[in-house]
Structure formats: C-alpha cells, structure tokens
C-alpha cells in the first residue's frame, strides 16, 4: 500500500490545537538511492517522542487524487508520455497534497516532513529534461500557493549517478528510474546547484557513510529549528547508533534487512 500521511490526534472539535506550536515544513531531497526514507522515518520518530504531531508525506502521492497520478506517471508503460505532461501530472500532485496536507498541517502546528518536493520538479524536469525553468519555477509557485520548505536536507551519496541508481533499482525502475545515467547526472548537478544558490534553506549532507553519521548531520542541520536537537547524542550516547544495529540485527535475513 502507497505511503499515506501519518498523523497524531489533534484535540478540539475543529481539529485544532489552541496552544499548538508554529508549523514548520522539512522537504528531503537527493538523487536516487540517497537513503531519504530511512531517515525521514529515523527523525519522525524522534520529532513524536518530543511531542509533536508528524505528518510524514512523499511526493507525488500524500492523498488519494496523488497516489492515482503517481501511478500515472511513474508506470514504465507510459513511456509516450511527453515531457510536458510529465510535469503537469507533478505539480497537479502537488497542488492536491499543498491544499488538503501539507497547508492544514502547518496551520494547526504539526511538523510536516515530505519526500521530495519543489526542488525535485526543478531538478528533474527544468536540468534534466530540459524544459524552460521560468514555466517550471511559475508551476512551482501556482501549485504550492504560496507555501513553502523551511529547511530542505539534500542527501548526498558523493558517487557517479550510477552507482545510487543501482542501489535504487534493486527491485525493478520505474519510468523516472529509466531515463538513463546522462539524465540523472544532470538531476544531481541540478540538486548542487539549487544548494549552493540557496544555503540557508538548503543543507548538504553526506549519506555515503554509517547511517548514524548521517543521522547526525541530518539533526545539526535542524537544531536551529528544534534546539532539543544540539543536545540529543550527549544526553543519549547511543541514540543515533541504534540506526547501524538495525542493519545487523541477529537472527534476519538479508532480505528482510533490505526491506528497511
């Protein structure tokens, strides 16, 4: 079953917290096989033990209308699909998670972690395929309606798009999955490029290394925003290390790991 929202009770017969904390929007990007889903689930969890409600989304999908249209556009028999179309069926997406998730959300104080957004669409559609980037940044605008990411972690594998390409295709690609090594060369030149014109928003991680590393770099990355953060390895030495000891865990198969 696709990845839904996942969200906490919210008391009031509005849905609404009276004392609910402000909204903040965390968007994970990288190229394929970064490992996002390992660590945005990893910082949910601890966001929640610090008691805040977590909506955890990925895009395109969050609801019911972005699931359907990312079955669309991702379906390797729907390779006649053109550029443009392609693009159109991301932000459609978008616009139905911004106006029934992500915006509700953020007004009711919840912590909203998404993988992949804006910056996806700019890398994927204006670098690597090559469409005009004032039409994709305007889609950009139009669909989010004036939302946007407080803090995007972009993670980095440092290898040849190849190498995370393989790693994420273990299972079978999908149609983005396709497009070939030169395309996602292209896409993560693009995520560079969007980092280094926009540092204070966008933070550079490696995740080629331990995933307690990069867990660890994930959360300095946000202790300005959950100050609770600067503090979590001292007060629990341990804390990120349970990340490597999933991984090794007796008595389960390789399989099973890989389906981490």
Request: net charge positive.
């Amino acid at each position: 079953m696709a990845e839904r929202a996942d969200r906490d009770p919210i008391d009031g017969a509005a849905g609404r917290r009276t004392d609910a904390p402000r909204g903040i929007f965390i968007t994970f990007e990288g190229g394929e096989g970064a490992g996002k889903t390992t660590h945005i689930r990893f910082l949910a969890d601890a966001l929640r033990a610090h008691g805040r409600e977590v909506v955890r989304l990925r895009e395109p999908g969050g609801t019911d209308i972005g699931e359907r249209l990312r079955a669309i556009v991702l379906d390797p028999r729907n390779e006649a699909m053109s550029d443009e179309a392609e693009l159109l069926v991301y932000e459609a997406a978008r616009a139905q998670i911004v106006a029934e998730v992500i915006a509700p959300a953020l007004a009711r104080g919840a912590v909203v972690l998404c993988d992949r957004f804006t910056d996806s669409t700019v890398a994927y559609q204006a670098y690597g395929r090559g469409l005009p980037r004032a039409f994709v940044d305007a889609a950009n605008e139009f669909a989010c309606q004036g939302v946007r990411p407080d803090r995007t972690i972009l993670l980095e594998t440092g290898g040849a798009a190849g190498k995370g390409l393989a790693r994420a295709t273990r299972r079978g690609a999908d149609r983005l999955e396709q497009a070939g090594e030169g395309f996602h060369a292209r896409v993560n030149a693009a995520f560079a490029d969007i980092a280094r014109k926009d540092p204070e928003r966008v933070r550079t991680v490696r995740s080629d290394g331990r995933k307690s590393r990069t867990a660890a770099a994930v959360f300095a990355q946000l202790a300005d925003l959950f100050p609770w953060m600067a503090d979590i390895e001292r007060e629990d030495p341990g804390f990120f290390g349970r990340l490597d000891a999933r991984r090794s865990r007796p008595g389960r198969s390789r399989a099973a790991r890989k389906g981490e």
